[in-house]
T-cell receptor, first 112, second 117 residues
Framework: EADIYQTPRYLVIGTGKKITLECSQTMGHDKMYWYQQDPGMELHLIHY???????EKGDLSSESTVSRIRTEHFPLTLESARPSHTSQYLC???????????FGQGTRLTVV | AQKVTQAQTEISVVEKEDVTLDCVYETRDTTYYLFWYKQPPSGELVFLIR??????QNEISGRYSWNFQKSTSSFNFTITASQVVDSAVYFCALSEGYGGATNKLIFGTGTLLAVQP
C-alpha cells in the first residue's frame, strides 16, 4: 500500500492569496512528481524532482514553484492564486528505476 | 518525443460485459515501460500493471488482462465480466529509457468507463 499523503484534500481560496500544497511520502523514494489534472481528466506533469535539492519543470508551464529540501517532502507553492489555477493537483513518488509511481489522493483547489 | 493516445474518451457497458480499453504509444527509444492506472471517483490513481518493452507476454490478473503488441505500438487492457466497481477513469502511461533519474511518466488522456448495473 502506498504511503504518500497530500494536504489539504480540498481548498477554496480567494484570488491573490499565497498557498502551499503539501505532499509527503514515507517510502524513501527519490523521484517525486506534481501533476495537474483538468476537469476533462487529462494529467499534465508540471514539476518533478530526482532527489534532494533537485527540481525540474514538467511539460506544462505552471506559475507554481516547488522545493525539495527533504527526501520525503515535496511542497508546491502558488505565490498569488488565480481562478485559472483551479484544478486538481496530484503528487506522486517512485524509485529512480522505472518502477511504478504511487499517487496521493490529490488536492482539489478552487480559486474564487 | 513520447506520446500516449487513448482514443476512447468514454465507454459505457452493462455489468457482466467484457470491455477493452485501447492504448497506443509513440516512442523513439527501444527501452521503455508501459503502465495502466485506475482513478476511481475518490481521486487517487491506483497502479494496475507495469510492462517493459522486452516482455511482450500478455498478462492476466483475475478479470483483468493486458495485450502488449510492439508491432502496433499498443498496450490494450481488457476487463472480463465487468462490475459496477470497475467504473473509473483508466490511464495508460509511458516512461522511456532504462532506469535513470530523468525518466518522466507521461499519461494518455484517460478513458472513463461506466459500468451500468
Amino acid at each position: 500500500e502506498a504511503d504518500i499523503y497530500q494536504t489539504p484534500r480540498y481548498l477554496v481560496i480567494g484570488t491573490g492569496k499565497k498557498i502551499t500544497l503539501e505532499c509527503s511520502q514515507t517510502m524513501g523514494h527519490d523521484k517525486m512528481y506534481w501533476y495537474q489534472q483538468d476537469p476533462g481528466m487529462e494529467l499534465h506533469l508540471i514539476h518533478y524532482s530526482y532527489g534532494v535539492n533537485s527540481t525540474e519543470k514538467g511539460d506544462l508551464s505552471s506559475e507554481s514553484t516547488v522545493s525539495r529540501i527533504r527526501t520525503e517532502h515535496f511542497p508546491l507553492t502558488l505565490e498569488s492564486a488565480r481562478p485559472s489555477h483551479t484544478s486538481q493537483y496530484l503528487c506522486a513518488s517512485s524509485e529512480l528505476r522505472n518502477t511504478e509511481a504511487f499517487f496521493g489522493q490529490g488536492t482539489r483547489l478552487t480559486v474564487v | 518525443a513520447q506520446k500516449v493516445t487513448q482514443a476512447q474518451t468514454e465507454i459505457s457497458v452493462v455489468e457482466k460485459e467484457d470491455v477493452t480499453l485501447d492504448c497506443v504509444y509513440e516512442t523513439r527509444d527501444t527501452t521503455y515501460y508501459l503502465f495502466w492506472y485506475k482513478q476511481p471517483p475518490s481521486g487517487e490513481l491506483v497502479f494496475l500493471i507495469r510492462r517493459n518493452s522486452f516482455d511482450e507476454q500478455n498478462e492476466i490478473s483475475g478479470r483483468y488482462s493486458w495485450n502488449f503488441q510492439k508491432s502496433t505500438s499498443s498496450f490494450n487492457f481488457t476487463i472480463t465480466a465487468s462490475q459496477v466497481v470497475d467504473s473509473a477513469v483508466y490511464f495508460c502511461a509511458l516512461s522511456e529509457g532504462y532506469g535513470g533519474a530523468t525518466n518522466k511518466l507521461i499519461f494518455g488522456t484517460g478513458t472513463l468507463l461506466a459500468v451500468q448495473p
